[in-house]
């Protein structure tokens, strides 16, 4: 399938480039399991996609995967209006807390594969 480019503001580049550096623990654990085609779909760190930023995205089956740490404490409703700005695009989210992540990794990978198994099966059967 052609990877589908969602658009997003230039400026948003480097700003991505700099949180690819400055990764937290979580997203490092997180980027682990899911690099080098690990779950047979490429992942992407620190995308840009409309003004926003998403943590994780496969082109190849329209998946985002965010780790909401501390920085979306209180941010509830902006983080909806986002993902709902997104998921307009087609986009799929799977969301994690950061604690999540830290304690449960094991249920974290089996809802990714999960997911990442679904969003397959649905392109090869529309």
Known sequence: ???KIIPYQSY???LARKLRKESTL???????KIKQRSYDVQFHRQVPMLNYI???Y???IQ?????DGNSHDYKYFEDLHRQNQIE???ITFLRFTDLEVKKDMFSVEL???EKVNELVKRQLHP
Do not use: P
């Open 1 to 3: 399938m052609k990877n």
């Open 12 to 14: 948003l580049k480097e």
């Open 26 to 32: 979580s997203e490092i654990l997180v980027w682990q």
């Open 54 to 56: 998403v943590d994780f």
């Open 58 to 60: 496969c082109h190849e």
């Open 63 to 67: 998946l985002v995967i965010e780790i």
């Open 88 to 90: 307009k695009y087609g």
């Open 111 to 113: 809802a990714i594969r």
